[in-house]
């Protein structure tokens, strides 16, 4: 889609600068990044930050509940020393002191989905966790961090289906009121609005903060799961998940889900390209969504490069309604000073995470 050209000037990062090395925290996806070591996490976009960073060269230590250190500590076996963990288990009461002592950057992802509990609890536990760890970094002098947003802190869910561009300076979705539908935006808008609080009371801290659509994609290396499919990929599941002769599950108002989808990733070089950037006076603020495809694209794709799964995808019927207007989202500052290039193509998102989930699948039926 054509893409506006943004009014954010920010200086991209000098590449002879020596890299930082992050630590990462997963409780519902936090991370915690630090100098001269990174710490890695257990969740969907978390881990592959994690691969993202040792694929760099990054040393990187986990900071995770009890449960999860021994399966995160397996998979990244192979790393050696460049991967340890460290337990926290609860992002919003525990002690991050010690967590944290001696990083100079922060990146975190932690913020609970829309189904984690009553509306008051999320809200509380996405303001509260971002609250926690931006006051965790002033206490240690930790002045850089990445906190992942969303679109949905940019924006209602109301507002998806309208025929609208959104850029990094919009927040339309902290309204009064609000139903259980977007009760997740709003907790999104105002853990992003804790962030920009912070950052005008404190303006010698680096802030930058990540706002993807509709993620999808395989799991990361250190991913813990004990489902098949969660959050967004969910959808993607649902494609070969369901009755036989089942129509296809279309874009609308009532699932709130419009055609704006990046990979995991995608984000995931986003987080680490963030950590490069120099400061800046103001938060910088970043938007991804790479494609627009539609199920009824998918559902063709996948039936042409798997064929041995034709009778588990919905049917076709060429009669399937018109997908409405929906808000488009310009990225032009993530493309140009982000400098996030050479997106993941649609067509391979939705095949490495059909494959990912048919694994899945058989691992979890074989335990």
């Avoid at 804790?194 to 799991?219: L, N």
């Avoid at 704006?260 to 987080?271: F, I, T």
């Avoid at 982000?338 to 694994?359: A, E, F, H, P, S």
């Amino acid at each position: 889609m054509p893409r506006s050209k943004s009014s954010t000037t920010v200086h991209i990062a000098d590449e002879s600068r020596a890299p930082m090395v992050p630590i990462i925290f997963s409780l519902f996806i936090s991370f915690i990044m630090t100098l001269p070591r990174v710490t890695g996490a257990s969740g969907f976009i978390g881990s592959h930050v994690v691969d993202e960073l040792l694929r760099q060269g990054y040393s990187v230590r986990g900071a995770v509940r009890s449960k999860n250190v021994s399966r995160i500590s397996k998979s990244y076996e192979s790393f050696g020393e460049r991967f340890t963990t460290t337990v926290i288990e609860d992002l919003a009461t525990s002690d991050l002191s010690e967590a944290i002592k001696g990083v100079d950057a922060i990146i975190h992802v932690a913020s609970p989905l829309a189904n984690a509990g009553s509306p008051e609890v999320i809200l509380e536990t996405a303001v509260s966790g971002t609250t926690r760890v931006l006051e965790a970094a002033l206490a240690a002098d930790v002045k850089k961090l990445v906190i992942t947003a969303s679109m949905a802190s940019l924006i209602s869910l109301n507002d998806f289906w309208r025929d609208i561009r959104i850029n990094e300076t919009v927040r339309g979705c902290v309204q009064p009121g609000a139903t259980s539908l977007t009760v997740y935006s709003v907790s999104k808008a105002l853990a992003d609005r804790a962030a920009g609080d912070f950052k005008r009371d404190h303006p010698e801290f680096d802030i930058t903060t990540i706002h993807p659509s509709y993620v999808f994609g395989p799991t990361g290396t250190g991913q813990v799961y004990n489902s098949v499919a969660t959050g967004t990929n969910l959808y993607i599941y649902e494609l070969i998940a369901g009755p036989a002769g089942r129509p296809v599950r279309g874009y609308n108002r009532n699932n709130g889900t419009p055609p704006l989808n990046v990979d995991v990733r995608d984000v995931a070089r986003a987080h680490v390209l963030a950590l490069k950037l120099p400061p800046s006076d103001t938060p910088k603020r970043f938007i991804l969504s790479t494609s627009t495809f539609t199920w009824t694209e998918a559902i063709k794709y996948i039936a042409e490069v798997r064929p041995d799964l034709k009778a588990r995808l919905p049917v076709i019927t060429d009669n399937e309604p018109a997908i409405g207007p929906s808000v488009k989202l310009d990225t032009s500052a993530t493309d140009n000073v982000l400098g996030l290039k050479n997106y993941v193509k649609w067509q391979d998102t939705v095949l490495d995470t059909i494959n990912d989930l048919l694994r899945i699948e058989k691992q979890l039926a074989a335990q």
